[in-house]
């Protein structure tokens, strides 16, 4: 059960902690230094995820108090610390001495200006020599800072600082619940798109100060991240490409119907009108899966409500997705039929291709759309539907 803010406690610093020994007191050092020196009324809590080592105890003997949390990983840490947390702020950060928690101010300012979320943009305030790998710094942070900038125009520039300050109730409302390094992206993603004032401060990053490699595995965060922005960006992965793919699907088959093309100096005929019926097919499919995707991670209350859909699912009901997918296939249906006169006037003998699947490749695409349309329809309803 999360701890409820106490009157007397205005700020939480927060370290994750998982064998940091040999920095661990360094840092509640600092923080405690920190809270003295500014006269915030606070405390310094490390959630520790299993270190073998006595990390605990040095926190523990050190000034901090220690809760522990058993499910790996950094979200889970996070998670359990900020449910703990007394203090109606709460400011973040590595127990690795990278950060400067003795530098708190900008963080305390902006959440007592009435900031929901305060990022630390450590490209603004300085990037230490050998602080940073260049592979993080010139390409990982850049690219999914850009990409989660773009699927959710968040204004931050820093997605991964770790060092990062939030009013505590705005943040355990968003009921966030990802395990991983992706936790760092879920809180920006979720604060960005419920709305919440968000603010970005410089950060400074330095060498962290353990004789150990980090935790951080580039490739395989670096691609937890990005498949935690694609699976919260229905759009981008499914609605957008599907679009095109459809699109051009479409315009390549109409192009096509009254009979061979040349492009560039290559003749295009009845195989590229398959590929142009495939196209077809899977770019539809993937636009329903936008719309699935969209209602679920709103009826799980991972995204927030959308007006958009909400139109739409009442324009686009069971009944109007059945009856527009069956006329659709009704009309495949008619071609079909007009395909098997033909067949018949040839004694059902051979036929040319380059005649017969300018009929047949439309017809057999309007009929595999059609009974998608329909089928989806009902899915959509069943996403709709409301427990009691």
């Known amino acids: 059960m999360a701890e409820r803010p106490h009157e007397s406690c205005e700020l939480t610093i927060l370290l994750p902690c998982l064998n940091e020994g040999e920095t661990v007191g360094i840092c509640i050092t600092k923080a405690l230094t920190y809270l003295e020196r500014s006269g915030v009324a606070g405390e310094v809590l490390v959630a520790d995820n299993g270190s073998t080592d006595d990390s605990a105890g040095i ?15 950094y979200g889970s840490a996070l998670r359990a610390g900020i449910a703990e947390a007394r203090g109606r702020y709460v400011i973040m950060g590595d127990a690795d001495d990278s950060y400067d928690f003795t530098a708190l101010d900008p963080f305390v300012a902006a959440l007592r200006d009435g900031a929901d979320l305060v990022m630390g943009n450590r490209f603004k305030g300085g990037i230490a020599p050998q602080a940073m790998p260049p ?17 959710f125009r968040s204004p931050i520039g820093d997605f991964h600082c770790g060092l990062r300050g939030m009013r ?9 619940a990802t395990e991983g ?42 691609w937890r991240h990005l498949r935690f922005l694609l699976l919260l960006s229905p759009r981008w992965l499914f609605l957008y490409p599907g679009a095109v793919l459809m699109l051009a699907g479409l315009a390549s088959m109409l192009w096509l119907l009254p009979g061979p093309r040349l492009l560039f100096g290559f003749g295009l005929g009845v195989n590229t009108l398959v590929y142009s019926s495939a196209a077809i097919i899977c770019g539809f499919q993937a636009m329903t899966f936008a719309i699935f995707a969209k209602v679920f991670a709103i009826n ?21 997705g059945m009856a527009a997918g069956l006329l659709l296939f009704l009309a495949g249906l008619s071609a079909a039929a007009y395909a098997l006169g033909l067949w018949r006037l040839a004694s059902f003998g051979a036929l040319d291709p380059d005649v017969s699947l300018r009929i047949v490749a439309p017809s ?25």
């Open 364 to 388: 057999a695409t309007a009929m595999i759309v059609g009974l998608q349309l329909v089928f989806s329809s009902f899915f959509l309803g069943v996403l709709a539907l409301r427990r009691q």
């Open 135 to 151: 592979l993080h710094r010139y390409l990982g942070n850049p690219v999914l800072s850009g990409i989660g900038r773009l699927f």
């Open 300 to 320: 799980a209350r991972l995204l927030p409500p959308d007006s958009r859909v909400r139109r739409f699912t009442a324009l686009v009901n069971v009944e109007v």
């Open 59 to 73: 926190a523990e003997r050190a000034g901090a108090r220690v809760i522990h949390e058993s499910r790996k990983g």
């Open 181 to 222: 390094m992706e936790f760092a992206s879920e809180m920006v993603v979720r604060a960005t798109v419920d709305k919440l004032r968000i603010d970005e401060v410089p950060a400074t990053l330095s060498p962290d100060g353990r004789s150990r490699p980090p935790h951080l595995r580039s490739f395989h965060d670096g």
């Open 168 to 176: 505590t109730e705005a943040i355990r409302g968003l009921g966030l």
